[in-house]
């Protein structure tokens, strides 16, 4: 049960990551999220800098929401658009992953905790002539 | 000149991260990746896992080859492929950028620093009891 419970989520997480990919892959949908990254904003304001109708950049903001991108929620009269942090995250930590990032703090960490321990022989007085 | 450059710099930058995030956007290519996250690799490991053709991998590989996220060399009779991780930088940093990483890194450090002090205060006698 508990299996195929992980294999669902395994599943739906590779769907996310499809979609969230896709959605990524066009550079109005990225100037829509650069500028959804600066600020909440509604959908007219978005549409402003672009040159096309807003037509054109609902579509785009649609497939945005679809993939969990970005999230509308409603103030009075107005569609307000913000990023789903969430859904980035999760992309994020996939390249992550990929890259060996983890590998690469794990030993910033270390070269950390080694430059510690020599600063801490040379006493507190000495520190301030020390590499920090 | 240089805004002439400066702007085919960005067009082909936007090129490219349009090429990955499609390439991504398939569980197959990514997980072609995630091996070759691991170590480099003949065509043909690389496809064994694979429910599915050689053809249809090749496929695969090559969209990933033509978006700049894998390279190919020959060693002997072998097709070796490896990760290119500087394209996989770039489409970290974008993402990066947009969520605000780097005000998390800060404000991360900054807590470090605080405790590093509280821990100074302490002296070394307490420190094995503290929070670290």
Redesign the interface.
């Known amino acids: 049960m508990i299996e195929i419970e992980a294999s669902k989520d395994a599943a739906s997480r ?1 769907a996310r ?3 969230v ?2 959605a ?4 109005t949908r ?1 100037a829509i ?2 500028r959804l ?1 600066r600020s909440e904003a509604r959908v007219t304001e978005v549409a402003k800098p672009f040159h096309m109708s807003l037509n054109a950049v609902s579509k785009h903001i649609r497939v945005l929401e679809a993939s969990g991108v970005i999230e509308r929620h409603r103030k009075g009269r107005d569609h307000i658009l913000s ?1 789903n ?1 969430r859904s ?2 999760e ?2 930590g ?7 990032y983890w590998e690469e703090r794990l030993d910033a960490m270390e070269r950390l905790l080694r430059d ?1 321990k020599k600063d ?1 022989k040379l006493g ?1 007085k000495d520190r301030k002539h020390g590499s920090r």
């Open positions: 590779t990551l499809d979609a990919f896709a990524l892959a066009d550079p990225r999220i650069e990254s990023i942090t980035l995250d992309v994020d996939w390249i992550e992953r990929t890259r060996g510690l801490h507190p």
